[in-house]
């Protein structure tokens, strides 16, 4: 299966998630820009005898907001979805929303209210592997337990595997080390043997550069950026100088390892300065967005700039696939976004982790994450019927809407890319998959 057509900005973000929020148990409380609103009446919590209470921690605003719409959307679709069908352990589930803003700050003081003063039992969140990592020291010290739909950074394996997490964190979108690995593989076989990467200076663009040099040169490629890595700051507004750098080795092609903002900017930095006519451009899944050729910009001949431009971006081929897209559509009317399934799945394990458990806190969530995510059980796809075997005392394995979301001891997963282009007109396209 494949997602299309992905989220629009948060200006359109108050409208989509209006209604859903309606539709929950309870009341919709107003709330401050980026503060949390509150699904639900009964405050849940961690106690066992309260109902279950989650948060998310997703980007509204900030650098990634031109993919955190469809995640924000899809947490309270799954959330609904839940309540109709019974809740968790005999009650409604209640949710809290907070924008991360994209930024690690702003992360930490929004889950540190997630935690201590609504105190949540799970968090879906956040996409930004930079403000998930500032979370995750949150989330532990309240033994919060925090899924991710989309931060990719090697470098969560690496201290899962040291048991810094004590098992309160995994996450339902695969690691860079199986995307940048795609990228690469990508750009190999379209002929580039010369490539130069420029890289967004954040846990995100470092971690993808150090991964895609390996793999890269291990296909027999050479990147000319090796030596002397291109890094820009996140908080840029200009990047005159570093689109130049990007450029100046006259590569086959530049993999430019940026988020849709900042990496628009870049694209059109490049273009206005002369260097970028005639080389490709790979991307990233940080880089896509519906509206990312209208923001680069177009030619004096009315064509768009970003156009051709190939890049890699988690894929959806889950059996729970076709069953989420009917629920997204019947209530957004739009096709489903980037991430949203990957969101879907992070919230559906932390339901039915906590009804496995009996018990609405995240120990209880950690306990039996990765049973109910794993085999030996019955494969349901269904969350409901999924929740009414649990009931019964039975084993499950969940199969996702984004994949199997079967998570190995570090709370990884493995998955699919779908191979996307820029067409003429501007538009997305899907050309292929890459596994």
Not at 79 to 92: E, F, I, M, S
Not at 145 to 171: C, D, H, V
Not at 296 to 317: C, E, M, R, W, Y
Not at 387 to 393: P, R, T, V, W, Y
Request: glycine letters at 12%; aromatic letters at 6%; hydrophobic letters at 40%.
């Amino acid at each position: 299966m494949q997602f299309r057509n992905f989220g629009k900005r948060s200006i359109a973000l108050s409208l989509v998630l209006l209604p859903i929020a309606l539709n929950l148990s309870g009341c919709q409380e107003a709330a401050e820009p980026g503060k949390p609103t509150a699904q639900g009446g009964a405050p849940a919590g961690g106690a066992g005898d309260e109902g279950l209470k989650l948060g998310s921690l997703l980007p509204a605003t900030g650098d990634l907001s031109l993919l955190g719409g469809p995640m924000i959307a899809s947490v309270p679709l799954l959330v609904k979805t839940v309540n109709a069908c019974g809740g968790v352990n005999g009650k409604p589930v209640t949710l809290k929303a907070i924008d991360d803003q994209t930024d690690a700050a702003a992360g930490t003081e929004g889950m540190t209210k997630l935690a201590t003063v609504d105190k949540v039992a799970g968090v879906v969140g956040s996409f930004s592997s930079g403000v998930s990592s500032a979370a995750m020291t949150v989330a532990l010290r309240n033994k919060v337990m925090l899924i991710s739909p989309g931060s990719t950074n090697p470098k969560f394996t690496e201290r899962a595997g040291k048991g810094e997490f004590q098992g309160y964190w995994a996450r339902t979108a695969p690691s860079d080390v199986f995307q940048a690995p795609a990228l690469a593989k990508l750009a190999f076989d379209k002929g580039f043997k010369r490539v130069s990467v420029i890289a967004i200076n954040n846990d995100y663009g470092v971690g993808f550069e150090k991964e895609f040099v390996k793999a890269f040169k291990a296909l027999g490629g050479t990147v000319t950026t090796e030596n002397n890595p291109i890094r820009y700051d996140a908080k840029a507004t200009t990047l005159k100088t570093e689109a130049a750098a990007a450029f100046a080795s006259k590569p086959d092609a530049v993999a430019a390892i940026a988020y849709g903002e900042t990496g628009s900017l870049l694209l059109k930095s490049a273009y206005e300065q002369g260097v970028s006519e005639g080389i490709p451009i790979l991307l990233p899944d940080g880089m896509y967005a519906d509206d990312l050729a209208k923001k680069v910009g177009q030619t004096k001949d009315g064509k768009f700039i970003a156009a051709g431009a190939l890049g890699t971006i988690p894929g959806s081929n889950g059996k729970a696939f076709g069953d989420f897209s009917k629920i997204w559509q019947a209530d957004l009317k739009r096709p489903v976004g980037a991430y949203a399934a990957h969101s879907w799945d992070a919230t559906a394990l932390l339901v039915l982790s906590a009804q496995a458990a009996k018990s609405n806190t995240g120990e209880g969530i950690k306990s039996k994450i990765l049973e109910v995510a794993n085999a030996p059980g019955e494969e349901v796809s269904d969350v409901c019927q999924a929740l009414a075997l649990l009931k019964q005392g039975k084993d499950i394995n969940y199969q996702g809407a984004s994949g199997n979301v079967d998570l190995d001891a570090n709370g990884d997963i493995q998955g699919v890319y779908d191979v996307w282009t820029i067409k003429d007109d501007g538009t997305i396209g899907v050309t292929g998959q890459v596994k």
